[in-house]
C-alpha cells in the first residue's frame, strides 16, 4: 500500500510540474507584439548512458576525450538519448554533438576543458561575422537535430589559457600573478600573450581577431594559439534546448548558436572574467525562433548579443536573425545588456525584450553598427528593463562603433569613432535602424539616458520611446534621426545640456520633461533639421537655436 501510494505522488509531483512548465513556457509568448511561431521543443528516448562506462576518471586530471565520444557515438547509434555526467571533475578535450544527444550534467559536475591547443585543430568556420579558421570548438554541433545540454553542472573553457590579457585592465597583483605564469609581452610591455605564436597572431591582424596578413592553412598553424574558438558552437542545427548548467571562462565567445532554429536557452548562468577579450555571453547569429529567458549573465563583453554576419560575407549568407523572444534576464557586468550588431548584415526583425534587469552593466540597450554593414534592424520591442549603475548609455544607438568597448581603456582613443560629415551614398553596405520600440524603461544613478545617432545618409527612423524614467548625469543626444518620440518620458540629470538635437526632423519630445537642479536647456542645430517639438516651457535661457536651423522648425 506504501509503495503504491509512492508511485502515485511521484507522478502526481510529475503532472504538477509537467503543468507548471508547461505555463511558464506559454506565458513567455504573452504579450508579443508579432506573431511568434511555437518554437519545436526537443524530446529525447529513455535511453541513459553514464560516461563512467565508457572509462571516463574523474579528478581533474586523466583526459577523457575518447569516453565522451564513445558514449555519445553510441548512444547516437541506438537512436539517441541522454549522456550522463555525474558529479566529479571531467577533463576533456573537445565534445562533439550529434542529432538526438542530451548530454546531461548531474549537480556537482565539472566538465573542464583542456589547456592543450594541440588538442584543438584547425577547422573552417564562421566568426565576427566572417568566414574564417579557428580552432575547433570545445563543444560543437554541426546539422545536428534535436540536441540538448542540460542539468546543474558547470562547462569550464578554461579561457585564460587562450586568450591574450591586457594590463590596464587588471590590478598590479593580477598583472604580477599573470606574468609568473609565464607567456610574453607585447613590444610596449601592456598586452599578456600565453605564447609566441599567440603574439604573432595579433601582430599579423588589423581586424581585431582576423589574421587577415595570413591567408594558407600552412601560415595559420603558426599562429594557432591566436586562433581562440568559442566555446559552444551550434551550427546549422534545428531543435536546441540548453537549460541548466553553468558556461563560464571560454577561449573567445561564449555560446554561439549560428544559422539555427527552434532554440530554448533558458536557466543559464554565463560567467566570463571582465577582462576577458571576446567574452560575449551569448551571440545569436543568423537563427530564428528562438526563446532566451530566466537566465544570468556576468562577462566580459557584450551579454546578449543578436548578430546576422559581416559586411560581404553576411550580405552574401542573407539569413537574418529573426523571431526571438528574450525575457526574465539578469545582466551584471558586460559591455551591452541587450545589443544588436555591430555584425548585422543579413538583418534582424522581429524581436522582443521584457522583464530583464541590468545592474552595472556598461550600457544598457545597445544598438551598434557601421558604414559597410548593410542590412536592416527592424520591428524590435523592448519593454519593462530596470538598469542601475550603467556607467555609459541606459539606451545607445551608434552607427559608427569600430569594435571599441564602451569604456575607454588605456589603448583606445575616442578619437576611433569620430563622426564623418561627409556625405556619402546610400548603397547596399548602408546600414539600416528603423521601428524600434522602448516602454516602461527605468534606469537610476547612472550615466547618461539616451543617445540616438543615425548617419547623415540615413538616418535612425521611427524610435519610439515611452512611460520611462531616468536618474542620469546627462540627458539625451538625437543626431541624424528621423521620427523620434518621446511619450510620457522623464529624464533627472546632473550635468550638461538637457537635450541637443541635431540635423534630425520629426522630432517629437512635447511631453518629455527634464529635471535638473540647473535651468534645463535644449539646443537645436543643423541646417537638415525641421519639424521639431519640444515640452512646453522651452523658450528663452531654456532654448538655444543655431543660425543655420531653418526657421519655423521648432515648436
Known sequence: MKKTIKILALSLATLISGNAFAQSISDIYKNVEFKMPTVA???????????????????????????????????SQKGGGTVVIPRGIWLTGPIVLKSNINLHLEDGALVMFSRDFADYPLVDVSFEGLNTTRCQSPISAKGATNIAITGKGVIDGNG??????????????????????????????????????????FTSTANFNIPEKLITREQLETVKDFLRPVMVSIVECDKVLLDGPTFQNSPAWNLHPLMSSNLILR????????????GDGLDLESCKNVLIYNNTFDVGDDAICIKSGKDKDGRDRGVPTENVIIKNNTVYHAHGGIVIGSEMSGGVRN??????????????????????????????????????????????????????????????????????????????????????????????????????NGLSE????????????????????????????????????????????????????????LESSKTPLVKVIGSKTKAV?????ISGDKLSISKDVPKNVVK
Not at 43 to 71: D, H, W
Request: glycine letters at 8%; a neutral charge; hydrophobic letters at 35%.
Open 351 to 452: 524581436l522582443h525584450a521584457s522583464d530583464c534587469t541590468f545592474i552595472g552593466t556598461d550600457i544598457g540597450l545597445r544598438f551598434k553598427t557601421t558604414r559597410g554593414r548593410g542590412g536592416v534592424v527592424e520591428n524590435i520591442w523592448i519593454s519593462n528593463v530596470d538598469m542601475t549603475g550603467i556607467p555609459a548609455q541606459v539606451i545607445g544607438f551608434n552607427m559608427f562603433y569600430e569594435g571599441n568597448s564602451p569604456i575607454i581603456e588605456e589603448d583606445q582613443n575616442a578619437d576611433d569613432e569620430k563622426r564623418v560629415e561627409k556625405q556619402i551614398p546610400v548603397t547596399e553596405e548602408t546600414p539600416i535602424f528603423r521601428n524600434v520600440f522602448f516602454k516602461n524603461i527605468t534606469a537610476s544613478n547612472s550615466y547618461e539616458a539616451l543617445s540616438l
Open 533 to 537: 517639438k519640444l515640452p512646453k516651457g
Open 160 to 201: 585564460d589559457a587562450w586568450r591574450y590579457v591586457k594590463k590596464g585592465k587588471m590590478t598590479d597583483g593580477q598583472w604580477k600573478e599573470l606574468l609568473s605564469k609565464g607567456g610574453v609581452l607585447s613590444a610596449d610591455k601592456k598586452i599578456w600573450f600565453p605564447s609566441e605564436s599567440s603574439k604573432r597572431g
Open 458 to 513: 540615413m538616418n535612425l527612423k521611427n524610435i519610439v520611446v515611452e512611460d520611462s524614467y531616468f536618474d542620469t548625469k546627462k540627458a539625451l543626444t538625437i543626431v541624424d534621426a528621423d521620427g523620434i518620440t518621446l511619450k510620457n518620458v522623464k529624464i533627472k540629470y546632473t550635468d550638461g545640456t538637457g537635450a541637443t538635437i541635431y540635423n534630425s526632423k520629426n522630432i517629437d519630445i512635447s511631453s518629455l520633461t
Open 41 to 75: 521543443e526537443t524530446s529525447f528516448s529513455a535511453t541513459s548512458v553514464n560516461i563512467k562506462n565508457f572509462g571516463a576518471v574523474s579528478g581533474g586530471i586523466v583526459k577523457n576525450t575518447e569516453a565522451f565520444r564513445k558514449a555519445i557515438d553510441e548512444t
Open 267 to 278: 536557466n543559464l548562468t554565463v560567467r566570463n572574467p571582465w577582462y576577458s577579450q571576446n
